[in-house]
């Protein structure tokens, strides 16, 4: 197969435009079941041997080749060019977020930082026991599925918060977190990882992302960040870590879904920040003007949908059993 | 004048053998730094599927049982005492991961679960789905970041510095920033992995180079048994990338083109669970005889049902969709034999310990000896795991009572810029390292593979000579100083050439056929010349080779049947 691929470039030592992104063009012949990267190792040993790029293992196990692929963050090794081929021609870019080394080289040191913030590692309340600890089977393959992780950077590349807020611990380093607030062993003696779920709560933590789901679609390995960021919001909540805007958002709004069938949008933020927050709640006095002006405030009353009683019956169908005191619900299997 | 970087123990490579090692030494008090040029959860330690084994007393299983599989395996090469050390630490080592975080699966009743595994007469090897390696990595690494051992991550070792007769640290290339630098050390722990890409094709990952082989050899130590080279059964079509035993380990059968079950022939007692080199040698004698397709041999998992293809095979059925477009749960995969694994290397120990003074070798870049002629599978993991921790320990304690090795650190930093710039003062012209590289590969598959004879291999070691020259004139096309990829390879080709020189003159002077080589001209097994460990030192032709006992304690050598 004849494909051309349309490498970004960098290169910082350079006197001239080179030392700005620039795109260069290689057309290389690859096998019918090449994949992106063997078009680049074939470009890098045959033709041109200073584009620099990290890879190693070819087969989605290393992490090294998350690189942009088309615009979407992927793996190069487990990309068959052929699937991505747009009118003869595979565009590749260096990972996003993080800045560019050289070429598709980017810096991982805030990855690491993030990674090392989540204090990475099992930390288990009391002793330990003399053989294994005694876990179910379901407990550690809920667990692999999350320690599939790579840490390829996929994830933080596309990442929609990280792009404008770079505090945000972003979806690999709580992937991370998650895969210790759902281990049985980790944590006090239910397997609760209160301390943990404490730090998440805070500001750059669970309550900052904001679904965009790009993280599930980017990851190569079945991780799902997002949906692990979704359960431990509901693991604090559940462990009793519901005194901050995200907790007190979650639960204004299934009470005002669950209650009028709508959302009570003029409520939903005093309720969220809290309703004694005075600080936070003048500082939404200028929007509030804003949109008065403008006739789009919120009505003063919130009226029921029609039919509202459905809406109920549906709500109270899908509402989980009432939760027994925090702790022994909280983990999934605990 | 540069920054003065020193530690007491200085460990190079950052993959299982090499952060246990730091986290031992860092435990023991000693001041330890670690080097890797890839980040450490980049490590070719990654790329183990299948698990890893031990005998837990209280599943009435025995160290001594574990202990003969693995001699049996080795066909009787390995040193009986060093595998009595890992067989005694497997469950202890084994239980200190889970401890640590690993996930490992489980039984109905919570406990630690098994397979099966070649080799072996009973299920001990322990597991996570069939990414096992990865697994144990990752927790490796939080387990480095939690003990403040000090990382230089992506850093390239391009010499060891030797003085007084000892280790004295070592030069690194700062691959970020193209910059040198000295580290001194009062011991270095080597811990660089295999050499597998000197064969094309290999499971292998693309930094699996033998740097530390070579670092060693070039340095004067001894390298061991470096003709033992492991073909792996499943390796898939095209790629060669590895297919986990744990397949077989969960029942998949092996199939030639009109579907029999070729193995019986072969080993009608363990079947497809038998020894890597026995399954090998017969899926090439089954190619060979045109029992194959296109060069290959089947894996057929179709009978295990999807449920636990699913559970614990899901990785290489996502590796065969994504690069053979193949289903497993469906159909049938291409295999074939495919270079894994080097038993040979670094002579050691039971702690490590090398013939040059303050060096130590942990990890496939060592031989301890406990895997001989050959190494059972899910032997690996444990090897990195207790002989890396021992070499921590071990180097922790000495280096309490030593001081730095005196030496001038400018000039040891002159004399390698000027070795660095030749390279890239070199015209433009010359075959590329990949070339050189790719040459390299197809002589040793060819010739020092699966079968072997002595016309082939001397074949081979004149290819060696050709290609070690063209490599004097490899250019450097990339000048520049950021993440300078270029000169790396060229760096690395170095020392895969060394660690080329040496498996075929190993193979050469093995006059027999035991374990992993298997010579067509000599196909016996013959105890009474060749039960000894071939030795190469670097002389002035090439390895020189010297002979050492194999150690046997109480398993006398016999006939191996599967």
Known sequence: ?334 | MPEVLQHDVLIVGAGLAGMRAAIAARDGGANTAIISKVHPVRSHSNAAQGGINAALLDRGDDWEDHAYDTIKGSDFLGDQDAIEVMCRQAGASLIDMEHMGVTFNRDDEGRLGTRAFGGQRRARTFFVGDFTGQALLHVMFEQLIKSGVRRYEEWFVTSLIMEEGRAAGVIALEIRTGELHVIRAKTVILATGGCGRLFEPSTNALIVTGDGMGLVYNAGGQLMDMEMVQYHPTTLAGSGVLISEAARGEGAYLRDKDGNRFMEKYAPNMMELASRDVVSRAEQTEINAGNGVDGCVYLDCTHLGEALIMEKLIQIREIGIDLAGVDMIKEPIPIRPGMHYIMGGIKTDVDGLTNLPGVYAAGECANVSVHGGNRLGANSLLDTIVFGERAGNHSANVVRSMGYADFDVSAALAREHRRIQEMLDRPDNGDRWAAVRKDMGDSMNRNVAVFRNEEGIQETLEDLHQLRRRYENVPVHNKGKTFNTDLVFALELGYMLDCADTIAVGALERRESRGAQFRVDYPDRNDEEWLHHIVLTKGEGGPEISELPVTITKWTPEERKY
């Open chain 1, 1 to 334: 197969m004849d494909v051309t691929i349309r490498v970004k470039r960098q290169d910082p030592e350079a006197q001239d435009e080179r030392r700005r992104p620039y795109w260069q063009e290689y057309p290389v012949t690859i096998a019918d079941n090449a994949t992106v990267l063997d078009a680049l190792i074939q470009i890098r040993e045959d033709d041109d041997g200073t584009l620099s790029l990290r890879c190693s293992c070819r087969s989605a196990i290393c992490g090294s080749c998350a690189m942009r692929i088309n615009g979407h963050a992927g793996l190069a090794c487990k990309t068959i060019a052929n699937t991505v081929v747009q009118n003869g021609v595979i565009t590749v870019e260096p990972a996003g977020v993080m800045p560019v080394v050289k070429d598709l080289v980017v810096n991982f040191d805030m990855f690491w930082e993030k990674i090392e913030a989540v204090d990475p590692y099992l930390k288990h309340m009391g002793q330990e026991p003399e053989g294994e600890y005694i876990v179910s089977n379901d407990a550690m393959l809920h667990l692999s599925s999350v320690t599939a992780c790579i840490m390829c950077g996929a994830c933080v590349s596309d990442c929609t918060v990280l792009e404008v807020d770079p505090t945000f611990l972003g979806p690999a380093a709580l992937a991370k977190a998650y895969r210790f607030t759902a281990d049985p062993r980790d944590g006090d003696a239910e397997g609760v990882s209160m301390e943990r779920l404490w730090g998440l709560s805070e500001p750059t933590g669970i309550w900052d992302c904001t679904r965009c789901n790009e993280c599930v679609q980017a990851c190569p390995k079945g991780v799902a960040p997002m949906d692990r960021i979704m359960a431990m919001r509901e693991q604090a909540i559940q462990a009793g870590y519901d005194n901050n805007n995200g907790a007190r958002h979650t639960d204004a709004f299934t009470e005002s879904v669950g209650h009028s069938g709508r959302l009570d949008e003029l409520r939903l933020p005093i309720k969220s920040v809290g309703m004694m927050n005075l600080p936070a709640l003048m500082d939404y006095m200028p929007v509030a003007f804003r949109a008065m002006r403008r006739g789009k405030m919120p009505p003063i009353m919130h009226q029921n949908v029609e039919n509202v009683e459905a809406v109920r019956r549906i709500f109270n169908r899908t509402q989980p059993e009432p939760a027994s005191p925090q702790v022994s619900n909280n983990s999934p299997f605990g």
